[in-house]
């Protein structure tokens, strides 16, 4: 018998159900590739389910709810559903002995803070929900700029050329007059002479000022005086804002020009001191939580402090990066835990997502959360 005539042999009855009537006179490698048995899935494993709005007829669906209902629904609505989970369980662990909670490092980009995902971001610093924010200098002038002057929506589309002609300048779909970065100009010069007076006051004291970014930011949380800002409840609640490139920005701006205005003395910001107390608050942290809203140097930066505690316990990244390029952005948590900034035990998710659609719920779901 030939290799075609073998193929074509009609096959035995399956015996698996209704398949085995097409079972009957179908060529067996046909069936074999189709009628495959399965094994029996794991007892406690979950069904594909999603948002019942049944179930709140006559009512509005709470965001909690909703975000309940897509942990079971699949694809990113799961990994949602499950970074609420974990930031819970962040939220919850209490040290037995001392009581003591998860710190949490918040880590967010600039553009964040440019749009309305400030007012959340806000509300985070003024109820103490996290231990600590890492942000770029966008994320700082930003929230200071937005106290001096509205920022407002614009289009995606609208031609760069345009808008530099009018003054004005595009975040995405979000506009800033550039007035606004004046104002900003205006307001911060006389701060950094104070700052420069004092540092220059106490150099040779037994107790001299050195300027630190967070210790920057602290005092500029403070002069703005603005129960809107980020800055001003990270001031009022002491919860120090880390930049590590503050310099980067129109803050960087401005530190350079106040130089030559200075000019010969040099107001000093030391960033050593900065990366002592960030990775000090991490080692000493009973247990770890990252957030971490975008890439780059926030994401970094708040893992490689973990890593000085070999990982956080629990950890949340959202944004949109792939990881084909190797880029520290697009990396997964897994890849932190080869590097030691995740612990091995540890929890942790990927949610693929922009953070002004996904954190939202999130904070709903979670920090916002009246617990029964």
């Known amino acids: 018998m030939t290799s075609s005539e073998s193929q074509q042999k009609p096959a035995a009855?399956?015996?698996?159900?209704?398949?085995?009537?097409?079972?009957?006179?179908?060529?067996?490698?046909?069936?074999?590739?189709?009628?495959?048995?399965?094994?029996?899935?794991?007892?406690?494993?979950?069904?594909?389910?999603?948002?019942?709005?049944?179930?709140y007829a006559g009512r509005n669906i709470t965001a909690a709810e909703l975000v309940e209902g897509m942990a079971t629904m699949g694809f990113q609505a799961t990994s949602v559903g499950e970074a609420a989970r974990i930031i819970n369980n962040m939220r919850a662990w209490r040290d037995p002995e001392t009581g003591d909670k998860t710190t949490i490092f918040l880590g967010y980009t600039s553009n964040l803070i440019s749009s309305g995902l400030r007012e959340t971001l806000r509300y985070l610093v003024e109820h103490k929900c996290i231990s600590a924010v890492v942000t770029t200098a966008g994320g700082i002038e930003e929230d200071l700029i937005k106290c001096l002057g509205n920022t407002y929506l614009g289009k995606f589309s609208t031609p760069?050329?345009?808008?530099?002609?009018?003054?004005?300048?595009?975040?995405?779909?979000?506009?800033?007059?550039?007035?606004?970065?004046?104002?900003?100009?205006?307001?911060?010069?006389?701060?950094?002479?104070?700052?420069?007076?004092?540092?220059?006051?106490?150099?040779?004291?037994?107790?001299?000022?050195?300027?630190?970014?967070?210790?920057?930011?602290?005092?500029?949380?403070?002069?703005?005086?603005?129960?809107?800002?980020?800055?001003?409840?990270?001031?009022?609640?002491?919860?120090?804002?880390?930049?590590?490139?503050?310099?980067?920005?129109?803050?960087?701006?401005?530190?350079?020009?106040?130089?030559?205005?200075?000019?010969?003395?040099q107001l000093y910001v030391d960033i050593v001191q900065d990366i002592k107390k960030i990775n000090d608050m991490s080692v000493k942290a009973k247990h770890a939580g990252m957030i971490i809203l975008?890439?780059?140097?926030?994401?970094?930066?708040?893992?490689?402090?973990?890593?000085?505690?070999?990982?956080?316990?629990?950890?949340?990244?959202?944004?949109?990066?792939?990881?084909?390029?190797?880029?520290?952005?697009?990396?997964r948590p897994d890849e932190a835990v080869s590097w030691g900034k995740i612990t091995i035990d540890g929890e942790s998710v990927k949610v693929y997502g922009e953070a002004t659609v996904i954190f939202p719920m999130l904070v709903a779901a979670t920090f916002a959360k009246i617990d029964k």
């Open 13 to 55: 009855p399956a015996t698996n159900g209704k398949s085995s009537d097409l079972a009957v006179n179908a060529p067996n490698r046909a069936t074999d590739a189709v009628l495959v048995k399965s094994e029996p899935m794991p007892a406690d494993t979950p069904v594909v389910k999603g948002v019942d709005f049944n179930k």
């Open 294 to 331: 975008g890439g780059g140097v926030i994401k970094h930066h708040i893992a490689n402090a973990c890593l000085m505690r070999n990982g956080a316990d629990h950890a949340v990244y959202v944004n949109t990066a792939n990881e084909f390029d190797g880029s520290d952005a697009g990396a």
């Open 160 to 265: 760069g050329a345009s808008l530099r002609e009018k003054g004005l300048n595009r975040i995405g779909n979000l506009v800033v007059p550039n007035n606004n970065y004046c104002s900003f100009e205006d307001w911060l010069i006389p701060i950094l002479d104070k700052m420069l007076e004092e540092q220059e006051a106490t150099k040779n004291s037994e107790n001299p000022v050195h300027w630190s970014p967070s210790r920057v930011i602290n005092r500029l949380g403070k002069e703005i005086n603005n129960e809107s800002s980020v800055c001003y409840w990270a001031w009022k609640n002491d919860i120090p804002i880390f930049c590590p490139a503050l310099t980067d920005g129109s803050l960087g701006d401005m530190l350079y020009f106040h130089s030559y205005k200075a000019s010969p003395l």
